[in-house]
Nanobody
Framework: QLQLVESGGGWVQAGGSLRLSCAAS????????MGWYRQAPGKQRELVAT???????KYADSVKGRFTISRDNAKNTVYLQMNSLKPEDTAVYSC???????????????WGQGTQVTVSS
């Protein structure tokens, strides 16, 4: 069964750093784009950053220059390095991946369960 598991969330003071990881496991033939999204209380989920299997990364304007997304294809894992964190970065961060489970399957979108990031002022 396809599963995405995040880790690395927690509490940090403003200006600090955290590194999130998201590992995909199960029946995986290939992974296309992987990404990070976040949802703060009372707000809609928003894109943070995405990274395709080949090509350019994409970032929300609010995190450009502070966050870096990367991936290890051998480990089916995507990372989010978050530096210079601000209180407004507080949210539940979730990863997703566009996955094909076999050579003849359609791509599907899988989501992790989310990890809380809290930044105090």
């Amino acid at each position: 069964q396809l599963q995405l598991v995040e880790s690395g969330g927690g509490w940090v003071q403003a200006g600090g750093s955290l590194r999130l990881s998201c590992a995909a496991s199960g029946s995986i033939f290939s992974i296309n784009t992987m990404g990070w999204y976040r949802q703060a209380p009372g707000k809609q989920r928003e894109l943070v950053a995405t990274i395709p299997s080949g090509g350019s990364t994409k970032y929300a304007d609010s995190v450009k220059g502070r966050f870096t997304i990367s991936r290890d294809n051998a480990k089916n894992t995507v990372y989010l390095q978050m530096n210079s964190l601000k209180p407004e970065d507080t949210a539940v961060y979730s990863c997703n991946a566009v996955v094909r489970q076999s050579w003849n399957a359609l791509f599907e979108i899988a989501w992790g369960q989310g990890t809380q990031v809290t930044v105090s002022s």
